[in-house]
Every structure is written in structure tokens, then in C-alpha cells.
């Protein structure tokens, strides 16, 4: 039975909506840049990859085993071994699925780049203080867990 395609996400970069993620083929991967991250950013920035300059052309990896720039992008922003693995158990995909991988936890990916499907715009998110037993708790979770002997 074939995989079905997964509609593509938006990619944002410091609240600016800089591409559209797709994949053409089977764990392939293509990124189409939007004018506002030639607007904002600049043609040619590389702020998003070194490996991955914004252009008016979208970089699509290749087939077979040609360069794939996206996907070894999309790669470094998910998560390792186990971790992957039970995601992606959980999520009913296989650990190299980066859409689908994405579309459950690219709203949160390190630094400033998050997936969202489209439509849906970064939220600003929420924050409070912590108390001092919250942060003594999380103190001791530390202290524990980089100390086995303990």
C-alpha cells in the first residue's frame, strides 16, 4: 500500500514565514522560500542553513543518492535514537518520516526555526516565575541525574 503525502508546513524564522516545506518524493524533501524571506533576510542569506541560501529557486534533494540539503537539515533538528523511535512509535510513522516527525514537535525545534502547518502562526508562548520549591525541585532532578551515584 503506498504512503499517503502529507500536506507541507510553513517553515518561520524568527516569526517570519520564510518557506514552505513538501515532500515530492518518498523522504524527499523540498523547500520553496517566500518572498518574505527574500523581503526580510535577503537573497542569498543563510540564516536559516549555510546549506540552504534563500533564493527564488526551492532546493528539492535529489533521487537516489544525489544531495539531499534539506533532509540533512531537517535531520539535525530532530531528535536521536530512542527518543526518535518512540516519537515516532507514538505518532503511528517511521523514525525517518521528518514531516510527520515534525508536524508533532516543530512548533518547539532548538533556536529560532519552528514547522507549523499552514494557516496556523507562531504564538508568542506564555511564561511564569517559578517558586523556590519548584526550582529546588528541579535543582535535585539535575543533581540526580548527572550523579548516578546518588
Known amino acids: 500500500m503506498a504512503r499517503k503525502k502529507a500536506p507541507g508546513l ?20 523540498k523547500l520553496e522560500f517566500t518572498d518574505e524571506a527574500l523581503d526580510v533576510f535577503g537573497p542569498g542569506a543563510r540564516v536559516l542553513s ?12 535529489a533521487k537516489g543518492t544525489g544531495p539531499r540539503p534539506v533532509a540533512a537539515f531537517l ?3 530532530l531528535p536521536e535514537g530512542s527518543l526518535r523511535r518512540h516519537l515516532a512509535a507514538n505518532l503511528g510513522v517511521t523514525a525517518i518520516d521528518k514531516l510527520e516527525l515534525l508536524r508533532a514537535v516543530g512548533a518547539e525545534c532548538a533556536g529560532a526555526v519552528q514547522f507549523l502547518p499552514e494557516g496556523e502562526v507562531p504564538s508568542a508562548g506564555t511564561a511564569r516565575e517559578l517558586t523556590a520549591d519548584e526550582v529546588s525541585r528541579v535543582a535535585r532532578c539535575r543533581h540526580t541525574s548527572s550523579n548516578p551515584s546518588r
Do not use: S
Open 75 to 77: 535531520e539535525g533538528l
Open 10 to 29: 510553513a517553515v518561520w524564522l524568527y516569526g517570519h514565514r520564510v518557506a514552505h516545506l513538501t515532500e515530492p518524493g518518498t523522504y524527499r524533501y
Open 50 to 61: 549555510l546549506a540552504l541560501p534563500f533564493d527564488t529557486k526551492a532546493v528539492t534533494d
